[in-house]
């Protein structure tokens, strides 16, 4: 059998959810604050076409009053998306241990409330995002996994080896 480079036990909480959300939303694609920005501005620019002269005080007041409802309007959607799914969860995964045994050519997700055991290839992941507290690994373009940096005891030896396996599928957000 494989020797396991890492063995890290992790859980993810309620607030770990929360801050997973409001980060795959704005920072994993580094388009998205760009677009809002861009978006508001249009709207700020037609709202003011009309008139003789552009006011472009008037205009970029507009633009930052677009901008702040935007945001707010997606902040707003994220905080109910996170009251729902805590709502709704039921088989416990909030607060419950997952282990993760990683080898040099798989990694092995292990959850015991849940009773379920996954084992992936570093090359059937999709990507992998670090934030400042938190390794994303995502399964899929819309499924992903939760890493809190806190849980690992080697953290710069850990980085250095999911790094290698992660080529081209890293980013740090």
Known sequence: MDEIKFEIRTTME???YRKFLYLATFLKNKFVIPIIALISFVGSLMLNWDSEDLDWTLILLYW???FIIAVSV???KL???NKQRIKTDK???FGSENVLKFYEDKVIMENT???STGELKYEQFFS???SKNY???YLTANQASLLRKKDIQSLDMFKKFILDKFKGKYKNV
């Open 14 to 16: 309620k607030e770990d």
């Open 74 to 76: 997606i902040c707003f």
């Open 64 to 66: 930052l009053g677009f």
């Open 113 to 115: 409330i849940l009773k």
């Open 128 to 130: 992998l995002l670090e």
């Open 91 to 93: 088989t416990g995964a």
């Open 135 to 137: 390794f994303i690994f």
């Open 79 to 81: 905080e109910r998306r």
